[in-house]
């Protein structure tokens, strides 16, 4: 492991929000796929429920789409992580869960806003990334037809495909039919 279980779950929830609507239209269109995203990553505390929320929550997933297509840049990544931090108004604490017994942060109250608590954790998790020097770690697929991002936790940092569309295996069939082309 290469970050604390939790930073690494809320980057890969940042990568699956930010991909819900890079792949194949939008997937966060109502309450309920926003639920079931939210269930999927553990998300607690309070829920409105309600389209302002779910609208809260698209504009909270542009500007971390935002971070990732700047994360060659450090400086315009650490302005962008600074803003949603002072923005968010994140306030640490620790705490566990039945369900997770270990300890870990969350960076806002159960009754704050789910865009404030889910911006607040996302740029905590990425200001781990850029205090351990891991900034490259936030990429964009290197398949040329697909926009996703990714966050490569491999060890030697060598992921370039998402997992959201079968780019890597689309790619290496590709490279496979064109070497046999090549062949004949």
Known sequence: MLFTYDTELTLRAAA???????????????????????NDFGWTGRRDRDDVE??????LRTRIGDIWDVADDEE???????ALLGETKA?????????NPDWHLHLGAADDPLWQ????EIAMAL????????????????APDCTAVLTDLSRNRSRI????????????????RQRQREEE
């Open 117 to 120: 608590r889910m911006g607040a």
């Open 16 to 38: 699956v929000l930010v991909n819900s609507d890079r792949v194949d239209g939008e997937q966060l269109g109502d309450l309920a796929a926003l639920d079931q995203y939210l």
């Open 127 to 142: 200001a781990d990334l850029i205090r351990g020097g891991e900034l490259r770690r936030l990429k964009i697929c290197a």
């Open 91 to 99: 306030s640490p604490w620790l705490t566990r869960h039945v369900e």
């Open 76 to 82: 315009a990544t650490v302005d962008r992580v600074n």
């Open 161 to 176: 495909f998402c997992d959201t569309g079968n780019c890597g295996n689309r790619q290496h069939v590709a490279a496979y």
């Open 54 to 59: 779910l609208r809260a929550v698209h504009e």
